[in-house]
Structure formats: structure tokens, C-alpha cells
């Protein structure tokens, strides 16, 4: 059962995103086992980064599977505030790697290749507004702009790094442009199948 307020917090996000009672799950219970998902498990990240005002990251999450060793984690995590939209996948230094979503709006589809990274390369995921119940935004541009608000939170000052596959790759070009356009230096741009959008 859980033993402090952290482990019960948990445990009911764990329940809410599962669709599972909460005394039937343990601290020292898996979250894939008890019927989690990448979706899911991107959503677990958001929610506990709202619920606990921190930026958890991916990668240190997933090898922590159990609300016990997340709750470990949450006790040394400083909260940190202003980063909607942004989810660390993995913690490092330098000029972290922005990964752009894809037409989905989520980023779970980079969690993969975020650990498979050099190590030392902070990489953070740019998620679609709207995925927490918020207004979506439709206009390219605005998009665009929306995350070049939200990196910028994150980071200030350039130089940037961005990548995004399909979808995101086209955003990640406006992004550029923008960032330009501010007199920003961008480092990085990596496109990945993305394609200009076709006119009707």
C-alpha cells in the first residue's frame, strides 16, 4: 500500500490513466504489466509533471516502472514551473535536441530514439496544444509559434537544435524560420519524411 502522500498521488494517476481501482495496484507493481502502454505512459509523464509541478524525464522514468522508485524519483526532483508542452525525455547538458510532434500531437514516439542517443544530450519533446483538454491550434504559423514560445521557455537563447518526423519535420522548418527571424541561431535542423503540405 502506499506510505506517504506522493505514493498516493501516484497510485490515483496511475488508476485514472489505466481505468483500473486503485487499492488493485501495489507501489511495487509494473506499469506495463498492470496494462500500460506507450500512450499511456506519455500521458503518466504529463500528468504527474501538472500534478507535481516538476518536468519529469522520460528516460529516467522508464527504467523506474513501480510507484515506489517514480516516488523516489519525485522526492530529489525540484519543481519547476511554465514549461506546458515540453516533455524531458532525457536529462543532459548543453544545447538540448528539440523533437517536434508528429500529426498525433504526441511525442511517445521519441522516446526510443531519445535513449538511444549519445549520452549527455538533454533531448525535450514539443507536444501539440490541446492534448490536456486546451484550444488546438490549426494554423501552421501559430503552431510553429506556440512551440517556439514554449523551447524558449526552456531554453532562452539559441543555439537551437530541432528535429521532427513528418508533421513535425515541416514544423520544425517554421520554427527555424521564426527563430531566424529573431536573430536566433539554430544549429540544428533534421527533418525526418517530412514533406511540404499539399495544397487542396
Known amino acids: 500500500a502506499p506510505r506517504d502522500d506522493i505514493e498516493h498521488r501516484l497510485r490515483r494517476l496511475w488508476a485514472d490513466i489505466l481505468g483500473r481501482d486503485p487499492d488493485g495496484i501495489g507501489v511495487h507493481d509494473d506499469f506495463q504489466i498492470c496494462g500500460g502502454h506507450s500512450l499511456s505512459w506519455v500521458r503518466l509523464l504529463t500528468e ?3 500534478a507535481f509541478g516538476c518536468r519529469p524525464a522520460a528516460a529516467e522514468f522508464l527504467d523506474a516502472a513501480t510507484i515506489a ?3 523516489d524519483i519525485l522526492r530529489r526532483m525540484p ?3 511554465g514549461t506546458e508542452g515540453v516533455v524531458p525525455l ?14 498525433a500531437g504526441t511525442v511517445d514516439l ?3 530514439l531519445a535513449r538511444r542517443l549519445p549520452k549527455g544530450i ?6 501539440a496544444p490541446g492534448l490536456d483538454g486546451g484550444a488546438p491550434v490549426s494554423d501552421l504559423a501559430a503552431l510553429a509559434a506556440h512551440h517556439v514560445a514554449a523551447l524558449r521557455r526552456v531554453q532562452p537563447q539559441g ?7 513528418s508533421l513535425g519535420g515541416v514544423l520544425a522548418f517554421e520554427m527555424t ?3 531566424r527571424r529573431d536573430r536566433q541561431d539554430v544549429a540544428l535542423l533534421a527533418p525526418i519524411e517530412a514533406y511540404p503540405p499539399q495544397s487542396p
Open 177 to 179: 524560420h521564426q527563430l
Open 48 to 50: 504527474i509533471g501538472r
Open 122 to 127: 538533454a533531448v525535450h519533446g514539443l507536444t
Open 159 to 165: 543555439p537551437y537544435r530541432l528535429a521532427g518526423w
Open 69 to 71: 522508485r517514480q516516488a
Open 90 to 103: 532525457r536529462d543532459g547538458g548543453g544545447s538540448p535536441l528539440f523533437l517536434v510532434h508528429a500529426a
Open 110 to 112: 521519441y522516446v526510443e
Open 79 to 81: 519543481a519547476t514551473t
